[in-house]
T-cell receptor, first 113, second 114 residues
Framework: NTKITQSPRYLILGRANKSLECEQHLGHNAMYWYKQSAEKPPELMFLYNLKQLIRNETVPSRFIPECPDSSKLLLHISAVDPEDSAVYFC?????????????FGSGTRLLVI | AQSVTQPDARVTVSEGASLQLRCKYSSSGTPYLFWYVQYPRQGLQLLLKYYSGDPVVQGVNGFEAEFSKSNSSFHLRKASVHWSDSAVYFCVLRSNTGNYKYVFGAGTRLKVIA
């Protein structure tokens, strides 16, 4: 899926700081971070629309999102915890109205050791 | 409250057999419904979606789904499955009454055997 790219694909960390990156080439205005733990559906972490954070689900403060422009989304993680091991998906949509479909990236698989 | 229930966590079918994956939803407003598929170690891909109109919607790779307001259901079907259909399938609800968040079902893991 080259329409929405995520890096890195895989990440193995001890208690360290790292940033996940996402870029979409679809001209979408809304971008999302989702966390998918093993054998579970994705859960929304953050939602940006037109670069503004408009939904901040209850996530640990060690996760800090950043949206430097409408096509890019970052997720800064500090002092990761083993419970953070999961796949982190970026998604985007044209808007936040109900009939705007999401396009998902391939995910960053984070393993905390 | 909005919710999506996929009652079957795992489904195994033989190649060439027909398939139905069940989805029940609860929504206070008009539901916008989707089926997504997740192949191993990949992201989620949209199979099909229902907004309004004909309750039977066609998707990619021969999949279709039927919306039923009376049964609050949106079951996914395929006439003849292929081994490459093995994946996890998510039923997703998006309400149009102010909360635009995607509400995911727990997913159904489909295994197609020879």
């Amino acid at each position: 899926n080259t329409k929405i790219t995520q890096s890195p694909r895989y990440l193995i960390l001890g208690r360290a700081n790292k940033s996940l990156e996402c870029e979409q080439h679809l001209g979408h205005n809304a971008m999302y971070w989702y966390k998918q733990s093993a054998e579970k559906p994705p859960e929304l972490m953050f939602l940006y629309n037109l670069k503004q954070l408009i939904r901040n689900e209850t996530v640990p403060s060690r996760f800090i999102p950043e949206c430097p422009d409408s096509s890019k989304l970052l997720l800064h993680i500090s002092a990761v915890d083993p419970e953070d091991s999961a796949v982190y998906f970026c998604a985007s949509s044209h808007g936040t109205d109900a009939n705007s479909d999401y396009t998902f990236g391939s995910g960053t698989r984070l393993l905390v050791i | 409250a909005q919710s999506v229930t996929q009652p079957d966590a795992r489904v195994t079918v033989s190649e060439g057999a027909s398939l139905q994956l069940r989805c029940k939803y609860s929504s206070s407003g008009t539901p916008y419904l989707f089926w997504y598929v997740q192949y191993p170690r990949q992201g989620l891909q949209l199979l099909l979606k229902y907004y309004s109109g004909d309750p039977v919607v066609q998707g990619v790779n021969g999949f279709e789904a039927e919306f039923s307001k009376s049964n609050s259901s949106f079951h996914l079907r395929k006439a003849s499955v292929h081994w490459s259909d093995s994946a996890v399938y998510f039923c997703v609800l998006r309400s149009n009454t102010g909360n635009y968040k995607y509400v995911f079902g727990a997913g159904t893991r489909l295994k197609v055997i020879a």
